[in-house]
């Protein structure tokens, strides 16, 4: 059975009976520390989702934004600039009979070296001059079939089959992750790719690119009639059903089925932990996650879900059901959109199929006729009607192109900034460019000002304290008065002991008087860290934020706070801290000195081994740690044990400053 949008109103108080909040069933890092972060998630989701479109009143006003909206969501997937639509080269290496339609396997380059494997379901016989209407099929996660691409899942044949059998074509693609030519989509859950931050890529800018270019493979198919292109999928494919809907306008409806939440749920409620990073983009914008479908108003769209789905819980389908419901009405469409409630688990049933097909056909077809067979295609024990293999593009391994690029192509697909030089008497200018795009991109998250929860009285006998730098963040620090005039903050990381001076910064700090700082996720207030599904980390990138960013911010604050015309303060941190402290003083005047230890050279590693930068949304985009270093000029900059070739840029920024003196290299 399915419900609609109406039903399901109905039935939200007896659902939310048996639906549980899976943040505390699915994780075992409970410290006080987890609970803390997570509250502070809940709480910044909360004011991100308040308003849904504010300002938006009229089908006129959306309209008015929709060119900029549009451009946010490419730029926050990593197309901006969109990559060159380069020559396919579509490749059909083997057809496939079937009774009533023609399976054919094909190959196309989305970029040179990006290979994407799919299945093209064709009506038989085709009739002369004739057109059909078309559908993306994009597939998930589920009954992972890795050599044969999940393009060959059981419901993925189905789907197929049905539409061809019906008067549809259907391409079936592959995603970067589960294609015949395998590619990573779990760099950030899984793969400790946490210069995925830096650079901006996320798997979904590939599978929306990948689904563009699909489209224009089509376009170039003379059965094909491109005004009546539908899309659909189920979970991987549902978000990529959002993405190119959102992004293209040649697709004319669309049916995501399971596959969109709101960051309420992902990052408040720690559904995050549920997914993939194919599911997200870098929120730089602080979007409010229901502006993806928003963009496909007001062509046709069915938002499918089920009740018991534990990777889309009903709260949040609710929630969006009801945003869109509201965006479509203002342009006299609400008509246009539904939902369809299917009562069971994650997957595939017959009353989604049916109500699928039945949608495709209605604005395909103008055939509002009940489906009956939406269970063909499979045989009675659930099984394919087609055994796997046989739907390969590459039917051997040796068969594989040897110039590929999918399994690297998270090192390849963003386009990174290369800053040129200042040139001399415009480094002013230079600089200020840089640090306001590098606001834009990477710190658009930082509270409007700090909290007023704080002492600011350090006083002359050591002590230790908690301050609050923002709501929900409370940092550790502790106060050693020297006998020097020199006021030193000491950025710590994860290893070093608040309790205690590191024996590097002896040496750095001399007789001068030190305030030890563990920004959040350091020390006591620390929370559980490098642990599959990594979910802080990951939510943050929600949020519009990393864990970095905003220690830059406690460090930036915790300065401020205690900034006098007669006391000037220098920080210092060693590795990723080091860097951390050089961030904060670029926009926090009180720092009139850095010193950093050991610094990374790069946001980016140049080798699996190599230790890389802290991760700041974007800012590889915009600038690299030289650069960044650079731009503190004309305050003094000391770097030690920082050997790498890449500081003569560094060196090269502070001679174009004029200040080539306040640059030291030990």
Same mark, same amino acid.
Request: aromatic fraction near 10%; charged fraction near 25%; glycine fraction near 8%.
């Given at each position: 059975?399915?419900?609609?949008?109406?039903?399901?109103?109905?039935?939200?108080?007896?659902?939310?009976?048996?639906?549980?909040?899976?943040?505390?069933?699915?994780?075992?890092?409970?410290?006080?520390?987890?609970?803390?972060?997570?509250?502070?998630?809940?709480?910044?989701?909360?004011?991100?989702?308040?308003?849904?479109?504010?300002?938006?009143?009229?089908?006129?006003?959306?309209?008015?934004? /929709?060119?900029?909206?549009?451009?946010?969501?490419?730029?926050?997937?990593?197309?901006?600039?969109?990559?060159?639509?380069?020559?396919?080269?579509?490749?059909?290496?083997?057809?496939?009979? !079937?009774? %009533?339609?023609?399976?054919?396997?094909?190959?196309?380059?989305?970029?040179?070296?990006?290979?994407?494997?799919?299945?093209?379901?064709?009506?038989?016989?085709?009739?002369?001059?004739?057109?059909?209407?078309?559908?993306?099929?994009?597939?998930?996660?589920?009954? !992972?079939?890795?050599?044969?691409?999940?393009?060959?899942?059981?419901?993925? !044949?189905?789907?197929? +089959?049905?539409?061809?059998?019906? %008067?549809?074509?259907?391409?079936?693609?592959?995603?970067?992750?589960?294609?015949?030519?395998?590619?990573?989509?779990?760099?950030?859950? +899984?793969?400790?790719?946490?210069?995925?931050?830096?650079?901006?890529? +996320?798997?979904?800018?590939?599978?929306?690119?990948?689904?563009?270019?699909?489209?224009?493979?089509?376009?170039?198919?003379?059965?094909?009639?491109?005004?009546?292109?539908?899309?659909?999928?189920?979970? %991987?494919?549902?978000?990529?059903?959002?993405?190119?809907?959102?992004?293209?306008?040649?697709?004319?409806?669309?049916?995501?089925?399971?596959?969109?939440?709101?960051?309420?749920?992902?990052?408040?409620?720690?559904?995050?932990? /549920?997914?993939?990073?194919?599911?997200?983009?870098?929120?730089?914008?602080?979007?409010?996650?229901?502006?993806?479908?928003?963009?496909?108003?007001?062509?046709?769209?069915?938002?499918?879900?089920?009740? !018991?789905?534990?990777?889309?819980?009903?709260?949040?389908?609710?929630?969006?059901?009801?945003?869109?419901?509201?965006?479509?009405?203002?342009?006299?469409?609400?008509?246009?959109?539904?939902?369809?409630?299917?009562?069971?688990?994650?997957?595939?049933?017959?009353?989604?199929?049916?109500?699928?097909?039945?949608?495709?056909?209605?604005?395909?077809?103008?055939?509002?006729?009940?489906?009956?067979?939406?269970?063909?295609?499979?045989?009675?024990?659930?099984?394919?009607?087609?055994?796997?293999?046989?739907?390969?593009?590459?039917?051997?391994?040796?068969?594989?192109?040897?110039?590929?690029?999918?399994?690297?192509?998270?090192?390849?697909?963003?386009?990174?900034?290369?800053?040129?030089?200042?040139?001399?008497?415009?480094?002013?200018?230079?600089?200020?460019?840089?640090?306001?795009?590098?606001?834009?991109?990477?710190?658009?998250?930082?509270?409007?000002?700090?909290?007023?929860?704080?002492?600011?009285?350090?006083?002359?006998?050591?002590?230790?304290?908690?301050?609050?730098?923002?709501?929900?963040?409370? #940092?550790?620090?502790?106060?050693?008065?020297?006998?020097?005039?020199?006021?030193?903050?000491?950025?710590?990381?994860?290893?070093?002991?608040?309790?205690?001076?590191?024996?590097?910064?002896?040496?750095?700090?001399?007789?001068?008087?030190?305030?030890?700082?563990?920004?959040?996720?350091?020390?006591?207030?620390?929370?559980?860290?490098?642990?599959?599904?990594?979910?802080?980390?990951?939510?943050?990138?929600?949020?519009?934020?990393?864990?970095?960013?905003? /220690?830059?911010?406690?460090?930036?604050?915790?300065?401020? /706070?205690?900034?006098?015309?007669?006391?000037?303060?220098?920080?210092?941190?060693?590795?990723?801290?080091?860097?951390?402290?050089?961030?904060?003083?670029?926009?926090?005047?009180?720092?009139?000195? #850095?010193?950093?230890?050991?610094?990374?050279?790069?946001?980016?590693?140049?080798?699996?081994?190599?230790?890389? %930068?802290?991760?700041?949304?974007?800012?590889?985009?915009?600038?690299?740690?030289?650069?960044?270093?650079?731009?503190?000029?004309?305050?003094?900059?000391?770097?030690?044990?920082?050997?790498?070739?890449?500081?003569?840029?560094?060196?090269?920024?502070?001679?174009?400053?004029?200040?080539?003196?306040?640059?030291?290299?030990?």
């Amino acid at each position: 059975m399915f419900l609609t949008r109406r039903e399901m109103l109905l039935q939200s108080a007896a659902l939310a009976a048996v639906t549980c909040c899976p943040t505390t069933r699915l994780l075992a890092q409970d410290t006080d520390g987890d609970y803390s972060i997570r509250r502070y998630l809940a709480a910044r989701a909360a004011e991100l989702e308040r308003e849904f479109l504010p300002g938006i009143n009229s089908a006129a006003d959306f309209e008015k934004h /929709r060119g900029s909206l549009r451009a946010d969501l490419l730029d926050m997937l990593g197309l901006n600039p969109m990559p060159e639509r380069t020559p396919l080269k579509a490749t059909i290496t083997g057809k496939l009979e !079937q009774p %009533g339609y023609v399976i054919e396997k094909l190959h196309f380059q989305s970029l040179p070296g990006l290979y994407v494997t799919a299945n093209l379901y064709v009506p038989r016989p085709t009739r002369a001059n004739e057109r059909y209407p078309t559908i993306l099929y994009q597939v998930g996660h589920a009954n !992972q079939h890795r050599r044969d691409g999940n393009k060959a899942a059981n419901e993925c !044949q189905q789907h197929g +089959s049905w539409f061809a059998t019906h %008067g549809y074509m259907a391409l079936v693609m592959d995603t970067l992750e589960l294609s015949e030519i395998a590619g990573l989509h779990r760099g950030l859950l +899984s793969g400790n790719r946490w210069w995925w931050h830096s650079t901006g890529y +996320s798997p979904a800018g590939v599978e929306t690119w990948n689904a563009i270019r699909a489209l224009d493979y089509l376009a170039t198919r003379p059965e094909v009639d491109m005004t009546r292109i539908g899309a659909t999928g189920i979970s %991987g494919g549902g978000i990529g059903t959002f993405w190119i809907s959102a992004v293209d306008d040649r697709v004319k409806a669309s049916v995501p089925v399971s596959g969109l939440g709101d960051v309420t749920f992902y990052a408040g409620e720690d559904g995050i932990s /549920r997914h993939c990073d194919c599911f997200f983009f870098y929120n730089r914008a602080r979007w409010n996650y229901t502006n993806v479908a928003a963009l496909t108003c007001p062509r046709p769209m069915l938002f499918v879900n089920s009740n !018991q789905d534990g990777y889309f819980l009903m709260p949040g389908n609710e929630r969006i059901s009801a945003r869109l419901e509201r965006l479509y009405a203002l342009f006299g469409a609400s008509d246009l959109v539904d939902s369809v409630i299917s009562v069971g688990g994650h997957g595939y049933r017959t009353d989604i199929r049916r109500a699928t097909y039945e949608f495709f056909n209605r604005h395909f077809k103008n055939d509002a006729r009940r489906v009956i067979d939406a269970d063909a295609y499979q045989n009675a024990d659930g099984s394919p009607i087609i055994e796997r293999k046989l739907l390969r593009v590459f039917p051997e391994d040796m068969d594989f192109p040897k110039d590929h690029i999918n399994t690297k192509i998270d090192e390849q697909f963003v386009t990174l900034a290369k800053p040129t030089l200042p040139a001399a008497g415009n480094f002013d200018a230079w600089r200020d460019d840089l640090l306001t795009r590098l606001r834009q991109a990477s710190f658009a998250a930082w509270p409007v000002s700090a909290t007023a929860n704080f002492s600011p009285v350090l006083g002359t006998e050591p002590r230790a304290e908690k301050e609050t730098t923002e709501d929900g963040i409370e #940092v550790s620090w502790r106060w050693l008065p020297g006998k020097g005039g020199a006021r030193w903050l000491v950025v710590l990381n994860a290893d070093e002991d608040v309790r205690k001076l590191p024996e590097w910064a002896r040496q750095v700090v001399g007789e001068g008087s030190v305030l030890l700082l563990s920004p959040r996720g350091v020390g006591p207030e620390t929370w559980t860290q490098g642990k599959f599904p990594n979910a802080i980390e990951r939510a943050m990138a929600l949020l519009g934020a990393t864990v970095d960013s905003g /220690r830059v911010w406690d460090v930036m604050t915790v300065v401020g /706070r205690r900034a006098e015309s007669n006391v000037r303060w220098r920080v210092a941190g060693r590795g990723r801290a080091g860097i951390v402290a050089a961030y904060a003083a670029l926009y926090q005047p009180a720092i009139e000195a #850095v010193v950093a230890v050991d610094p990374p050279a790069s946001h980016r590693p140049r080798t699996p081994e190599e230790k890389y %930068g802290p991760p700041l949304l974007n800012v590889l985009r915009v600038l690299d740690i030289p650069e960044a270093l650079g731009c503190l000029a004309p305050r003094r900059l000391t770097l030690i044990g920082a050997n790498d070739a890449a500081f003569d840029r560094t060196a090269a920024i502070y001679r174009a400053a004029g200040k080539a003196e306040h640059f030291e290299r030990r």
